[in-house]
């Protein structure tokens, strides 16, 4: 099976190489992902996730040339462009960081059939879908 390649487009130097991962590889990161979405870390309290929501706005921040050297190489856009997704990015780390509580206050949605929650779909898919499959869960 061949590796994954960041690819600059400029001048098509690999600049990194990652393993593929086969079925069973998927399916473990899936399970454990399954597990910390219904664990205590995910159903607890909320402010601890707001922290890391924080901290990672910092560490964007933090590395945010070299971010954006790194996304520049590898997408072929101009410096000035990828500075500014990477200090998107961590902007809306800080927005969720701030207002995810007020998110995801429980809200009511009336129908016809009786009031109704909202609820979280889950997918997992894949720039190549091998075998034509995708995972969908809900």
């Known amino acids: 099976m061949s590796s994954y390649q960041s690819i600059n487009p400029a001048n098509n130097q690999v600049l990194k190489s990652w393993p593929s991962h086969d ?3 998927v399916s473990h990161a899936l399970e454990v992902a399954d597990r910390l979405y219904h664990s ?10 707001l922290q890391v929501l924080h901290k990672l706005a910092d560490l964007i ?37 701030e207002n995810a509580e007020r998110i995801l206050k429980p809200q009511p949605y009336p129908s016809e059939l009786g009031e109704a929650g909202l609820s979280i779909i889950r997918l997992v898919c ?9 995972l969908i869960t809900s």
């Open 61 to 97: 921040d933090s590395r945010a040339e070299e971010l954006a050297t790194i996304a520049s190489k590898e997408m072929g856009k101009l410096i000035g462009q990828s500075r500014g997704e990477v200090k998107i990015c961590s902007q809306i780390a800080r927005y969720y960081a």
């Open 40 to 49: 205590d870390w995910s159903k607890g309290d909320i402010q601890p996730r």
């Open 126 to 134: 894949w720039w190549r879908l091998s075998r034509g499959t995708s």
């Open 23 to 25: 079925e069973a590889a």
